[in-house]
Protein backbone atom coordinates (compact mmCIF):
# COMPACT_ATOMS: atom_id res chain seq x y z
CA UNK A 1 0.00 0.00 0.00
CA UNK A 2 1.44 3.87 -1.13
CA UNK A 3 0.13 6.78 0.81
CA UNK A 4 2.33 9.46 -0.31
CA UNK A 5 1.85 13.56 -0.40
CA UNK A 6 4.08 16.28 -2.64
CA UNK A 7 3.93 19.79 -1.47
CA UNK A 8 5.43 22.50 -2.09
CA UNK A 9 7.97 24.46 0.07
CA UNK A 10 8.46 28.39 0.79
CA UNK A 11 10.77 28.43 -2.36
CA UNK A 12 10.47 29.38 -5.88
CA UNK A 13 11.32 25.95 -6.99
CA UNK A 14 11.65 22.63 -5.62
CA UNK A 15 9.28 20.53 -4.04
CA UNK A 16 9.16 17.16 -1.51
CA UNK A 17 7.36 14.27 -2.00
CA UNK A 18 6.63 12.41 1.47
CA UNK A 19 5.99 8.45 0.16
CA UNK A 20 4.35 6.09 3.46
CA UNK A 21 4.66 2.42 2.30
CA UNK A 22 3.31 -0.51 3.78
CA UNK A 23 5.43 -3.50 2.77
CA UNK A 24 4.43 -6.51 2.74
CA UNK A 25 7.75 -8.02 3.86
CA UNK A 26 9.81 -6.73 6.65
CA UNK A 27 12.90 -4.81 5.53
CA UNK A 28 15.08 -1.93 7.54
CA UNK A 29 15.39 1.46 6.83
CA UNK A 30 18.91 0.39 6.06
CA UNK A 31 18.43 -2.04 3.42
CA UNK A 32 15.89 0.36 1.54
CA UNK A 33 18.81 2.99 1.61
CA UNK A 34 20.94 0.49 0.28
CA UNK A 35 18.54 -0.52 -2.93
CA UNK A 36 17.71 3.21 -3.50
CA UNK A 37 21.74 4.00 -3.98
CA UNK A 38 22.52 0.99 -5.63
CA UNK A 39 19.30 2.19 -8.24
CA UNK A 40 20.81 5.60 -8.02
CA UNK A 41 24.24 4.16 -9.54
CA UNK A 42 23.03 1.72 -11.65
CA UNK A 43 19.53 1.24 -13.52
CA UNK A 44 18.26 4.51 -12.52
CA UNK A 45 21.63 6.66 -12.55
CA UNK A 46 20.19 10.44 -13.80
CA UNK A 47 16.55 9.87 -13.20
CA UNK A 48 17.06 9.11 -9.34
CA UNK A 49 19.49 10.61 -6.80
CA UNK A 50 20.57 9.74 -3.50
CA UNK A 51 22.12 11.37 -0.68
CA UNK A 52 22.62 11.19 3.13
CA UNK A 53 23.95 14.88 3.47
CA UNK A 54 22.01 17.04 5.84
CA UNK A 55 19.99 19.62 3.10
CA UNK A 56 17.60 22.20 1.99
CA UNK A 57 14.77 22.76 -0.90
CA UNK A 58 17.53 24.90 -2.28
CA UNK A 59 19.96 22.67 -2.38
CA UNK A 60 18.20 21.18 -5.16
CA UNK A 61 18.16 23.82 -7.60
CA UNK A 62 18.45 23.30 -10.87
CA UNK A 63 18.91 19.83 -10.33
CA UNK A 64 17.43 17.48 -13.43
CA UNK A 65 17.41 14.44 -12.27
CA UNK A 66 13.27 13.01 -11.70
CA UNK A 67 13.83 12.60 -7.76
CA UNK A 68 16.05 12.40 -5.20
CA UNK A 69 16.28 10.41 -2.28
CA UNK A 70 17.24 11.83 1.24
CA UNK A 71 18.44 9.14 3.18
CA UNK A 72 18.76 10.93 6.05
CA UNK A 73 14.90 12.76 6.27
CA UNK A 74 13.59 8.87 5.41
CA UNK A 75 12.58 6.60 8.92
CA UNK A 76 11.24 2.89 9.42
CA UNK A 77 7.79 3.11 11.26
CA UNK A 78 8.60 -0.23 11.86
CA UNK A 79 9.53 -3.62 9.92
CA UNK A 80 6.34 -2.85 7.48
CA UNK A 81 5.87 0.77 7.40
CA UNK A 82 8.20 2.80 6.29
CA UNK A 83 8.38 6.72 5.44
CA UNK A 84 10.74 7.96 2.01
CA UNK A 85 11.23 11.42 1.53
CA UNK A 86 12.74 12.60 -2.58
CA UNK A 87 13.37 16.19 -3.24
CA UNK A 88 12.92 17.50 -6.87
CA UNK A 89 13.20 20.95 -8.41
CA UNK A 90 9.63 21.14 -10.11
CA UNK A 91 10.80 23.75 -12.73
CA UNK A 92 14.04 23.39 -13.73
CA UNK A 93 13.61 19.54 -13.46
CA UNK A 94 10.53 19.34 -15.05
CA UNK A 95 11.54 21.35 -18.18
CA UNK A 96 14.57 19.17 -18.37
CA UNK A 97 11.79 15.90 -18.23
CA UNK A 98 9.39 17.69 -20.79
CA UNK A 99 12.25 18.07 -23.25
CA UNK A 100 13.51 14.14 -22.58
CA UNK A 101 9.90 13.11 -23.45
CA UNK A 102 10.12 15.21 -26.52
CA UNK A 103 13.32 13.52 -27.95
CA UNK A 104 11.88 10.37 -27.17
CA UNK A 105 8.72 10.80 -29.10
CA UNK A 106 10.49 12.68 -31.86
CA UNK A 107 12.50 9.48 -32.64
Known amino acids: K ?3 MSFRVPTSDVSVVDLTCELNSEATLKEICAEMKAQSEGALKGV ?12 FRGDTRTSIFDADAS ?11 AWYD ?18
Open 2 to 4: LTG
Open 48 to 59: LGYTEDKVVATD
Open 75 to 85: IALDGTFIKVI
Open 90 to 107: NEWGYSNKCLEMVRVVSK
